[in-house]
């Protein structure tokens, strides 16, 4: 497990893109440890270290096979800087944290907090506390009280958006895109935090490509199901990843057909024993089928 790598700094605006484009054109300038990276992508040297770690914990990037420490851009983050270069497409920030709650080795605090924290209102230090009581039972050797409280409090950083919002804070300029996500607020008056379960509009390709991720598939077979109460509940599936009551989840995805008349993903079954019907796929062609709709104009 890792509670690490990001030097304290949240993803940034138009961080992903400087660090994809520098990994496609001198991918040796950011692999090396002799070069300035920093220089090369216009930052300090700690945040060009958080960004060759937010490029491969988000799945953009991937381990160079058989050459330890080296990143190469992987196949999502080929499509992305192709179809998406400066990620303004909102099923891009969704792919990329269902990547983050899904890496339990990788980004083992967000694999937790999505997963297993179940308060809906708290401070930070309960947090904290928390995930160090849940370590006790998992794993001998837990990490230092500061290393968890800085890597919650880079993932509180990342997501929580303040009540009220204030446009005049010089800090706006620095928030991380995660915000727009709006899956959790901080209430600056009282310090706390809140998880957001309301109602989201989530994008059909990255509803399949959570699904695709989170449910085991037989691969013989064009279409897949799972109850809506077990998808509300499964480890790093769409109930956990976007924060969705069961209810919920299942009015989102009767949306998809009535919104296209057809959908890769719908619901079948009987009252009572409601099921999401979905088409088998790779994680990755979710993602090539949104862009390429996307480019037909449909």
Known sequence: MKFSGHETFHVREGWLTKGMLLLRDAPDVLNSKKTFMHDHLGVGSNMGKSIRHWLSVTGL?????????????????????QKDRYLLDPV?????????????????????FFNSFYQARFDKKACVEALRRYLMFKQAKIP????????????LSSYARAVPEDASDPEESY?????????????????????????????????????????LT????QVNEISVH??????N?????????????????ESYSAINNWSDISIGGLAGSRMINYAVKAPLVWVEEHFSSV???L
């Not at 230092?144 to 993932?155: A, H, K």
């Open 61 to 81: 990037a991937e381990p160079v096979p058989a050459v330890r420490g080296e990143l190469q851009l992987s196949a999502l983050g080929q499509l992305i800087l």
């Open 92 to 112: 891009t920030w969704w792919v990329l944290h269902v990547n983050l709650v899904c890496g339990k080795e990788t980004s083992s605090s967000w694999n937790w």
């Open 144 to 155: 230092s009280y500061q290393t968890l409280d800085r890597d919650l409090g880079c993932l």
């Open 175 to 215: 928030d991380s895109p995660f915000k727009e996500l709006a899956l959790l607020l901080f209430f600056k008056e009282s310090g706390s935090y809140q998880l957001n379960f309301d109602k989201k509009e989530i994008p059909l390709a990255a509803m399949g490509y959570c699904l695709s991720r989170s449910v």
């Open 218 to 221: 037989d691969e013989n077979r």
């Open 230 to 235: 077990d998808a509300a509940s499964l480890e």
């Open 237 to 253: 599936g769409p109930g956990k990843c976007f924060l969705l009551a069961a209810s919920d989840l299942f009015e989102l995805i």
């Open 295 to 297: 480019g037909k104009g």
